[in-house]
Structures are given as C-alpha cells and as structure tokens.
C-alpha cells in the first residue's frame, strides 16, 4: 500500500510550488521513513486511538496501519482522527484510507479543520468544541512555520498553557496534551527545539508531561526531505505521556535508507545535563565521546570576565556606508571570507563582500575600537568539518585602524565591548577549534545558526589556561588539529 501513497507524494513535491509549501509549512514524508517511525512504536493491544495532525496523503496513517495488517501490533481495532487542512490533499488522503476501510475493526475520520483551533478549543472547555477523546497513539509529521508572537494560534495555545513559537512544537505538545497516560507520540520535527531560549518552555512542557524514549539523528542534514530541498536538520522522537523517565534510545542512519542504523541506550543525565538550567537536549553521538572534559569542572564566559555579541554591522542597513575597499574616511568591516583558519586576510578582492565602512556619525555607534578579537562564523552547515568555526582578529592584518566594523554574521568575543589580550584571543579560537567542542556542539547543536546563547551556556577552560594555549598557539608557524587537539586534551588531564 505504501508504495502507491509513495508515487503520489513525489508527484505532489514535484509539482507542488515551493510558495505553498511555505504557506502551509507542510513537507511529505517519505514512506522509508514512515516505516521507520511506525515501527518505534512498542508492541500494542486493547483498542487503539490513534492522531495523526497533518496528515497530508496519509503516508504516516498508512505506515501505522501496514504494521497492525502484518501483526506488528496485536490492536482489536484502530480508530483514526486524521486532521488536514490543505483541501488539495484530502482526496489524496481519503483515497490512501479506503483502502484499509474493507477491515470491520477499522475506523477513520478526516477531520478537515485547523488542528491547533481544534485542540485548544476543547482543551479549554469551549462550549462549542468538537468532542476529542483521549488518544493511545500519535504520529505526526507537523507544519514547520513560525507563528508570530500575536497571532490567533499563539492565543490559542497559551489558553492551555502551551508556550511555544513554531507549528511543529504546537502540534507535538497538543498531541501529548491529547494522549491518555501511557500514550506513545511518534513524531518527525526539526532539532531546533532541542536547545536555544525561544524553544526553553516548550522543553519544560514535554518534560513535564511526558518522558523521552527514543531520539532519531539522521546524519546527513539534507537527506530526510530530499525531494523539497529542506536543510533544516530533523529528529524522529518518540515520547510516552505521564512516563517515568529513564533511559533513552538514540538511534543514528545517514540517510533515510536506515542500512546504517546504529542504536546505543543512554542514562537520561546524558541526554539532558542535571546542572544544566536551559535543559538542552544532547544527542550522544558515540558511548565514548569528548564532551565531559569540556562541561566538568570549567567556566562560563561570565566567570572569566568574557562578552560574546553578535556582529553589530547589519549591511542592508548601512548599505550607503560600505566600500568595496578601503578609501579615506573608512575603516575594516569584516566578513566570515575575511579569514582563513585563524588568521584574518584583509582586504579581499575575489569575494562579493565589501571590505569597508565610513566611519561618520550614521556608523560610529556600530564599530568596535581596534584591538584582537575572537570571532565565531554564525552560520556553517552540518556537513563542515567543523559546525563552530573560529578566528582571531589581528590589529596588525587590518592596517592598525583605530576602529572595525564586525557584520553580523559574526559572533564576537570581547571584553565590554573592547578586544581581548592576543593570547587570550588566540587561546579561545584554539579552544573553540578542538574536536573535543565540535564533538560537544553537535549533541545540541540542530540548527545550522551558532547562536550566542550557545557560546554563552559552554564551559571553558581558566582564563589562564586559555592564556596558556594562546602563548602556545601564536609560536606555531602552522596549527593542524592533531596539535589543536592534543593541546586542549592536555588541558583535561
């Protein structure tokens, strides 16, 4: 069956346009990967109720039912609310559910209506709501699209105490609002969730209601959602409303062919650090990893007097301030392309990227005094070798200029607002380099933004070790990891 619901789904990302896809949020699962989440599942019996919001063509529905035909679960019967609010797609999803109807014990309904409305409406006790019952089962495939901070499904949703700033988070914390005690939630949704401040009381509400059982990592960012050219990278959770939480199952596949599938169990303090006040989710990646020498017994930036900021220079904003090169009356604004490992390389000519701005009453309040810097690339995809990529800048590459622009696709690490010492600069960079932080950052790290909540919540070596490694570091003619590497490992002995 779920080859057929397979062909109608490429035929509709093929044809469907990329503006509605963003309108509704909404990308097809693959029924490779519908499979998969089905089959997550534990072993079921009595009567199931089972949600499916989003449902689109119905892959996920069909992928849940193709288990329960072929005895992968011992259910009496399956009844199915599936919610869709795409008109164009809920002939394609009831005809994906005929073909189950011929079974007595199976009953479906398509509910053509707006899920988060739907819900809260009777979460609340709306006289006028439509009846829900408790749900055993969900599995989901939600939108993915921000709601904005007064919308209509914000309101909705903080009427039943769900505080969160994108669909795919509603609708998984409604589907564990809707799920009786000991219900399963299977769902496919973006890794963002798992750290950041905007994300932080949806966690609470998932770990307030429910326990985590099992986390999926595809490893390659791009391949759960191929035919749509979605980057973000995803996650296949599995939740248990109203269990007790103990360890967790981190599954890891390249891509949704799953023939690389490696599984490990994990105590629930490796997933969710104890003195961790933000309750970042990590997905640990190996049984032996590097991430504790980094985490115990080590410093916040706060500790050791350090500032990390975002770039101030915003270039659309400015865009009648900046120069292709420098001139009178300008100083250096640099770019992620302005280094080359470590080093800055000022100015360039084979990049798109201005490398001035006039210093003048409009800027000046943009602009940082000369002096050396640690900086951090913002963005940098998951297939890098690095996801935090770090540099210094040097006063002396930037023509001695008594003050730079730093655009915003930069972190900056500064202290109040003026540079660092060059071994402090250089030790930070180096740090922050070491595959022992690029192993930590990829736990949390979902998203391809380095945000400066992220570099503020790590733990970093003394101030004097930094210092230390920073010395070291600037009487090398050349740093490769190896020696990145063993010098921070030194570090943690």
Not at 25 to 47: V, Y
Not at 173 to 190: D, M
Not at 282 to 290: I, W
Not at 329 to 358: E, M, Q, R
């Amino acid at each position: 069956m779920l080859s057929t619901v397979e062909k109608t789904r490429l035929r509709l990302s093929k044809n469907t346009e990329a503006k509605k896809k963003s309108q509704f949020g909404q990308f097809l699962t693959s029924a490779r990967t519908a499979a998969f989440m089905a089959s997550l599942f534990p072993e079921g019996k009595g009567r199931c109720r089972l949600l499916d919001a989003g449902a689109g063509i119905g892959s996920l529905a069909a992928a849940f039912l193709d288990r329960w035909n072929t005895a992968g679960f011992d259910f009496q019967g399956v009844e199915l609310d599936a919610f869709e609010i795409d008109d164009s797609l809920c002939p394609y999803l009831n005809r994906t559910l005929e073909k189950y109807r011929n079974n007595p014990q199976f009953i479906s309904t398509i509910r053509n209506v707006d899920f988060i409305h739907a819900a809260t409406d009777w979460l609340s006790g709306s006289f006028f709501a439509e009846e829900f019952q408790k749900y055993t089962h969900a599995i989901l495939n939600p939108p993915y699209k921000k709601i904005n901070s007064n919308s209509a499904h914000r309101l909705a949703l903080r009427r039943v105490g769900i505080e969160t700033v994108n669909l795919y988070s509603a609708f998984v914390a409604l589907a564990v609002a809707l799920t009786a005690p000991g219900g399963q939630i299977v769902a496919i949704i973006p890794r963002s969730f798992c750290n950041g401040p905007y994300y932080r009381p949806f966690r609470n509400f998932i770990f307030e209601h429910a326990a985590i059982r099992h986390l999926h990592l595809f490893e390659l960012r791009n391949k759960a959602f191929k035919e749509d050219k979605v980057l973000q990278e995803n996650i296949i959770i599995r939740l248990e409303r109203s269990g007790q939480q103990s360890m967790v199952t981190v599954s890891t596949s390249a891509d949704d062919t799953f023939t690389d599938l490696k599984t490990q169990n994990y105590p629930f303090n490796q997933v969710v650090f104890p003195e961790d006040s933000e309750r970042f989710i990590r997905v640990p990646l190996a049984p032996q990893n590097n991430i504790k020498p980094t985490l115990t017994n080590r410093y916040t930036l706060a500790d050791l007097g350090i500032n990390v900021s975002t770039g101030p220079v915003v270039d659309f904003r400015l865009r009648k301030h900046l120069r292709d090169m420098p001139e009178t009356g300008t100083v250096p604004l640099l770019y992620p392309c302005h280094f080359d490992g470590i080093s800055t390389k000022w100015p360039v000519t084979d990049k798109k990227k201005p490398n001035a701005i006039l210093r003048n009453t409009d800027t000046e309040r943009w602009l940082c005094p000369s002096g050396f810097y640690c900086v951090v690339r913002r963005f940098t995809a998951k297939e890098e070798t690095r996801r935090i990529v770090a540099s210094v800048v040097a006063p002396s590459a930037l023509d001695s200029a008594p003050m730079l622009g730093i655009e915003n696709h930069l972190n900056f690490f500064h202290e109040n607002k003026s540079g660092l010492s060059p071994a402090l600069a250089h030790g930070l960079a180096v740090f922050l380099n070491s595959t022992a932080i690029d192993e930590y950052y990829r736990c949390f790290g979902g998203h391809t933004q380095v945000n400066v909540t992220d570099l503020k919540l790590m733990k970093y070596p003394s101030r004097g070790a930094l210092i230390e490694v920073g010395e070291w570091a600037m009487q090398q003619e050349q740093l490769s990891q190896t020696m990145i590497d063993t010098k921070i490992e030194a570090l943690t002995e």
